[in-house]
């Protein structure tokens, strides 16, 4: 019994697209793109009756991939770290509107929001309003500030 290198193809092209899936990207999208090309030549080969061809294909198309097109998908693929409200009043000046106090925290306004404060580890208290403080850090979504 002959091998049918169509059916091969796609088979193992699917398998891989299966096993990309499966472990949640962890190829980088690598083995979707070569597994659609094995199917893609195998689908060639099995339509047009030639398995040369078929293989052909598959082969071409991986090759194209992995010379060209990989460096194309995996710098679209890259997470870019987009601050969050949080983190963009990091370091930022800020009014108090509410006094602060060690153990009573007040509110301070960051550029046109109102944010719930404390002060910094080992800042003077309390902190009347009026006071221009600095965002030091985060604690959950108060701001720990300081003069």
């Known amino acids: 019994m002959a091998i049918d290198w169509g059916w091969v193809l796609i088979i193992s092209g699917a398998l891989l697209i299966l096993l990309e899936v499966a472990l949640g990207g962890f190829a980088g999208f690598d083995l979707v793109l070569i597994g659609s090309a094995f199917m893609v030549g195998g689908a060639v080969g099995k339509w047009t009756h030639d398995t040369r ?3 052909l294909v598959a082969s071409a198309l991986c090759a194209v991939y ?4 990989r460096r194309w998908v995996r710098a679209r693929l890259k997470v870019r770290h987009v601050p969050s409200n949080a983190d963009a009043v990091l370091g930022r000046s800020a009014l108090v509107t509410e006094r602060i106090d060690t153990h009573h925290a007040g509110q301070v306004k960051v550029q046109d929001e109102v944010w719930r404060a404390l002060p910094a580890a080992g800042v003077a208290v309390p902190i009347e309003p009026g006071t ?8 959950g979504v108060t701001l720990l500030v300081r003069r």
Do not use: F, N, R, T
């Not at 992995?66 to 097109?69: E, K, P, S």
């Not at 221009?132 to 604690?139: A, F, G, H, I, R």
């Open 53 to 55: 061809l078929g293989l």
């Open 132 to 139: 221009e403080v600095k965002v030091e850090s985060l604690d």
């Open 66 to 69: 992995i010379l060209a097109g």
